[in-house]
């Protein structure tokens, strides 16, 4: 064997050796977040843990002969405006039956509160109540952006294994707790803790649901109110322009708005009720915007049934009727999209594709409106130049 393969040799050896070292040391800079915690109550507890999301950990000190669990639970990287919250779901995993402790600053006093609510459906409000267990000494603090909510808690004696949750959210005008955001991190926020070991499970099959109906919801009300609508609009304004399109341009306007419709009143306003249901979503104005806008797509529907016919006296306040509240649909469906997206986080790659698409749209629309200017407007422009040289014949007559 020569030299340098001898030497290739001892160094993989080496690092072979070593190797061990350097894991447990990364894995100990991970775990320092909560080792390093040092309370300013002087409270020191047994075990901690940091969570897998939201940037939490969790300290507890736990007596399986009397059920006695004393907790800490810190949020790091929150704004004085939010809440924060933890619990403990006896029943089942998940929202609905946890017992949780919440906690935010007072906006006009500056001090924290913290308090005790029960969920018992999914569109609670987080209003204070008892818990289905005792609790005492329960108290928050905040300092430097981490919020921390002390209690003590005392669980069915023997009990070994809970079922845990947390969560953060922003706080209102007048203290009202508002509604957690809906990305991945706050659907996947509880798991299952072993008071004994500390060991977290994370609790997939229900937050996996939630995510797939949010990205349907997301999915499908940006291909039928931001796409397909749009796409029928121009169908109707820019081919009805030439002869030999018509009537074809009608069926393309009727096929695409009418999808677009009954798709997104099918998979968009049906999975924005199941979300509702299940997550506790309040009204916001993305919610009341899309009800609007449900409710403006219905009357068009039926205006198609009121149609006059093309020589009617009536059809121009038809045609201007159709036109403004169809405008006013697509404006406000861009808009709510993107106010959905803001809501639902799903990540930067949707907004980038869907802004990519209308952008595309919107390009197309502007060079159609170019190319077809004379079409449109010469005819008015002309007219305007007739009716000039007619008063100007009469004013030299006279």
Known sequence: MSLSSRTVVVVLCFLFVIAPYFTRATTDGVRARCDSKQFRNDKHFRSCIDLPVLDSYLHFSYVRETGVLDVA?????????????????????GMLGAQTLLA???STSGFMRAYTSSIKDYSTMLQEGPLSFHVTQLSAEFLNGEMTIFATIVLPSNTTVVNHLWQDGPLKEGDRLGMHAMNRDHLKSMATLDLLSGQVTTTKAANDNMLLV?????????????????????????????????????????????????????????TAIYMAKHTGMRSTPHTVIGIFLFALGFLQILALKARPDKNHKYRNY???????????????????????????????????????????????????????????????????SKDLEADQTACIDV
């Open 318 to 384: 038809w045609n201007w009727y159709h036109h403004t509240v169809g405008y006013v649909v697509i404006v406000l469906s861009v808009y709510n999209i993107y106010k959905g997206l803001a809501i639902l986080q799903p990540g930067s790659s949707w907004k980038i594709a869907y802004s990519t698409i209308i952008g595309v749209i919107g390009l197309f629309a502007i060079v159609m409106e170019i190319l077809q200017f004379n079409k449109r407007w010469g005819g008015l422009c002309c007219k305007k």
């Open 73 to 93: 639970y810190s949020h790091t990287n929150v704004e004085s405006s939010s809440w924060i919250a933890w619990g403990i779901n006896p029943t089942s995993k």
């Open 214 to 270: 949010k990205n349907i919801h997301g999915l499908v009300n940006a291909v039928c109110w931001g796409i397909f609508m749009p796409i029928g609009v121009m169908a109707a304004r820019y081919m009805r322009t030439y002869k030999g399109l018509d009537p074809t341009w009608f069926y393309i306007h009727i096929f695409f708005q009418t999808t677009g419709y009954f798709g997104g009143l099918l998979g968009g306003l049906g």
């Open 104 to 106: 935010y600053r007072n």
